[in-house]
């Protein structure tokens, strides 16, 4: 079964830069290893002393209602389904790609 190539495509307002202090982190997958990384940057700049706090900007996924449920779940403040879209994004400055070993 192949994958589908196709994404939806929708013209959002455009997303807020980020706010001062903050690193906006960007995350393709939401699965297992995107429920261990979310948990991780949501804990980071309690745990280490960082010149910048990570802040949970977007999420990606191919599937719309899961990628939704996931960013909602894991407190990220958007939710994409095209990693371009993700990457072009003001309020993005590090991707973190979680998705399975033979996709990145």
Known sequence: M???QETETHTPAPPPRQ?????????????????AHSQGWRTAGHVFDLPLRPALA???GRDR???????????????????????????VQLIDICTP???H
């Open 19 to 35: 706010a001062p202090g903050t690193l906006g982190v960007g995350m393709v997958g939401y699965a297992f290893m995107g429920a």
């Open 58 to 60: 977007a999420i990606c």
């Open 101 to 103: 070993g033979d996709s």
């Open 65 to 91: 209602a899961a990628v939704d449920a996931a960013a909602a779940r894991h407190g990220w403040a958007a939710a994409e389904t095209d990693w371009r879209a993700l990457i072009a994004r003001d309020d």
């Open 2 to 4: 192949a994958r589908s």
